[in-house]
T-cell receptor, first 115, second 115 residues
């Protein structure tokens, strides 16, 4: 257990429904990332927060995706109008640092299945 | 563009045998390099990292990796594999600059351990 908590661990939803995932970081960590991992692939970067500011979004993050980190604590990732292609493991990672990448701690992920 | 290549998709070794997992990276500056391990259905655990200094780095669970700038490689090694090492291994480079702070992962190497 790295101390990064993600909920739910598993989510099955029907196509077209909205889903929301939550990530609770290690308490002193100011940076938070979301990654998506599909079967047989490495994680791919989705978005990055430093404190409450969303500083970067990947082109993978379509208009149906939105992420927030109110007050620089927990973060939510919402997918609207889910599609089968959204089925993946969604990983949250957090770290403490300024400037360069230091050491990111990953949660256990939320596995989304869209049926 | 920054990228990470793991040439071996799947490797099988016998318990007690030595292991080397290959990783090649493409990055314009001095890279920050990482190896993560992922057990089935789980998040990623950091094995080791290279930021600077000694090019041979030691990690957890008896793993080590050597940074070779001339070969753009960061191969992971273990002298004697245990059955519990069966998992998927990911090499990653830390991309930084401006607002960019993220990990770029390879596609992973799945390790099977034979008794």
């Amino acid at each position: 257990d790295t101390g990064v908590s993600q909920n739910p661990r598993h989510k099955i939803t029907k196509r077209g429904q909205n889903v929301t995932f939550r990530c609770d970081p290690i308490s002193e960590h100011n940076r938070l990332y979301w990654y998506r991992q599909t079967l047989g692939q490495g994680p791919e970067f989705l978005t990055y927060f430093q404190n409450e500011a969303q500083l970067e979004k990947s082109r993978l993050l379509s208009d149906r995706f939105s992420a927030e980190r109110p007050k620089g604590s927990f973060s939510t990732l919402e997918i609207q109008r889910t599609e089968q292609g959204d089925s993946a493991m969604y990983l949250c990672a957090t770290e403490q640092g300024i400037g360069v990448v230091t050491e990111a701690f990953f949660g256990q992920g939320t596995r989304l299945t869209v049926v | 563009a920054q990228s990470v290549t793991q040439p071996d998709i799947h490797i099988t070794v016998s318990e007690g045998a030595s292991l080397e997992l290959r990783c090649n990276y493409s990055y314009g500056a001095t890279p920050y390099l990482f190896w993560y391990v992922q057990s089935p259905g789980q998040g990623l655990q950091l094995l080791l990292k290279y930021f600077s200094g000694d090019t041979l780095v030691q990690g957890i669970k008896g793993f080590e990796a050597e940074f070779k700038r001339s070969q753009s490689s960061f191969n992971l090694r273990k002298p004697s594999v245990h059955w519990s090492d069966a998992a998927e291994y990911f090499c990653a480079v830390g991309a930084r600059g401006g607002a960019t702070n993220k990990l770029i992962f390879g596609t992973g190497t799945l390790l099977a351990v034979q008794p």
